[in-house]
């Protein structure tokens, strides 16, 4: 599956990748020149870095993972969430001008001589489209679909509902599954141009059924049972299930500057793996840690490392403090070894944990079959799942045992309402990984409770992204217009 870096960043050179969202800049006498083979992992890699980054620590902090210490006065923004049209821009910015442009420009590409048959690379691109326009509808609500993505035939996109483009996604989710199951016998492989599945189809029809499930579920407040109902009964006809493993990309990571697991090097210099600054000002929260011992839960030293000062496993609030009056970073458990792990290891993109959580909230809510003995199973699997990614010693014995205590939303049967358990056992699992969606889930659910809101802020936790100025200057007649108090009160559609 891996393939050296060295190629893989010598691709983005000759990739359609550009900084400019709209692409009016590029000049017609000399085209960018690619093949979907060569864009591919361009486009794989620009998608997981932006999960394994920006994403990622955003859910963190929402969702009271992290905290920041007394000695840096970083991250001011998630204790007072006054978030603005220029923050986090980025998930928005890269989404379109990155991601969407490459993958794009796979679905669309004609092979000049007609010799090599692209379905497979039009399959994978739909599939990644599919996960990043759920990602932006939830953080966004409406967001360009129908007229975006074709560059200088129109460079004022509309927006469209975002319900709408959630089915278009679920819609086109089924139909990328008949693609790949009727693709000519000479479409090309993209073995390990695929820097997440090596050119696995199998593996690309289960990740395309979880991301859609994943979608049914979130629809599960909005009172369409029946469409939710007929949506997996699609799934189910195409017999492939879902993942079975964590979905992880990997180009061929190594030690080098520019290399790195962009996760770990979010946290480590490269080369040494030195501690980067946002190492030391991103810390455990007071809560998280409160949770985690209260819960006898041995994946507290896989997801936070002891604190330098004391070897203590300590936490803090989620607020500004003063210098001097508060701990520093050397006081506080940091991000832990399980969570930062090599330079050269898998980026996560979709863990099993969260794979199997999904699956046994779909069950419990009655959308699959199986009853309560099928959403324990699910639930307990997805436990020892997390454990295992994590590499909590004897993970599946040390899950079992965890599980096996009264303690509630942690022991299935003494859990009296099974989603909240779901939910909050899910929270723990995405500590440190896919916690965005933690945060859409909080929004969703109300679940995990108990979240501290911190006291600098409104009293309110956001539910949404305000569309990043850069677009509200260029598309100033479709983007919908937002004020900073819809950011807490402009709930997604699926609310």
């Known amino acids: 599956m891996k393939k050296s870096i060295l190629i893989m960043f010598a691709f983005a050179l000759v990739s359609v990748s550009c900084s400019d969202f709209l692409d009016v800049n590029d000049n017609p006498n000399n085209p960018p020149i690619s093949t979907p083979r060569l864009t591919l992992p361009v486009a794989q890699q620009s ?6 980054r920006t994403m990622t620590y955003l859910g963190n902090f929402l ?65 990644i489209k599919g996960f990043q326009y759920q990602m932006l509808v939830d953080l966004y609500g409406d967001v360009p679909y129908t007229e975006a993505n074709l ?71 909005t009172g369409q049972d029946s469409y939710i109902a007929s949506q997996i009964a699609t799934i189910n006809a195409n017999g ?43 810390v455990a929260s007071e809560h998280a840690i409160t949770y985690l011992t209260n819960t006898s839960d041995p994946r507290l030293e896989r997801l936070y490392a002891p604190s330098e000062n004391a070897d203590e496993f300590k936490g803090t609030e989620q607020k500004t403090i003063l210098p001097g009056t508060g701990f520093t970073s050397k006081d506080l458990a940091k991000v832990g070894p399980g969570l930062i792990k090599s330079a050269e290891g898998d980026q996560i993109i979709m863990s099993m944990a969260e794979a199997l959580f999904i699956q046994s909230e779909a069950t419990t809510r009655g959308y699959i079959s199986g009853g309560d003995a099928a959403a324990q199973a699910n639930y307990e699997a997805a436990i020892e799942a997390s454990f295992t990614q994590l590499e909590v010693a004897d993970p599946i014995a040390s899950a079992q045992t965890y599980y096996a205590q009264t303690t509630p939303n942690v022991n299935w049967s003494n859990s009296s309402n099974k989603i909240q358990a779901i939910i909050t056992q899910k929270w723990v699992a995405l500590n440190g990984t896919s916690s965005i969606e933690s945060w859409i889930d909080l929004t969703r659910t109300g679940y995990p409770v108990g979240l501290p809101i911190p006291e600098e802020s409104n009293g309110s936790r956001p539910v949404r992204l305000l569309y990043p100025s850069t677009e509200v200057s260029r598309n100033s007649d479709n983007v919908p217009t937002l004020t900073s108090d819809d950011v807490f009160t402009k709930n997604p559609f699926w609310k």
Do not use: C
């Open 63 to 127: 969702v009271v993972n992290w905290a920041t210490p007394s000695n840096w006065s970083s991250n001011e923004i998630y204790s007072r969430y006054n978030f603005t049209a220029t923050d986090f821009s980025n998930i928005f910015e890269t989404s379109y001008a990155d991601i969407f442009k490459n993958l794009t420009y796979i679905e669309t590409y004609e092979d000049p001589t007609g010799a090599v048959d692209y379905t497979y690379y039009q399959a994978i691109s739909k599939i």
């Open 240 to 282: 492939a299930g879902y993942i079975t493993t964590d979905v992880t990309s990997n180009p061929g990571y190594t030690t080098a500057e520019f290399k790195q697991n962009p996760f770990y090097d979010y946290f480590r210099q490269p080369v040494t793996g030195d501690e980067q600054n946002r190492g030391d000002y991103t």
């Open 151 to 221: 560059r200088g035939d129109n460079t004022t996109p509309k927006y469209d509902d975002a319900e709408t483009v959630y089915k278009a996604v679920i819609e086109e989710l089924t139909a990328v599954v008949d693609l790949i199951n009727n693709a000519p016998t000479n479409a090309q492989n993209p073995e390990t141009q695929d820097i997440i599945f090596g050119g696995n189809m199998s593996h690309w029809v289960e990740f395309a059924n979880t991301i859609k499930l994943r979608m049914l579920v979130r629809l599960s407040n």
């Open 47 to 52: 998608f997981s870095t932006l999960n394994a």
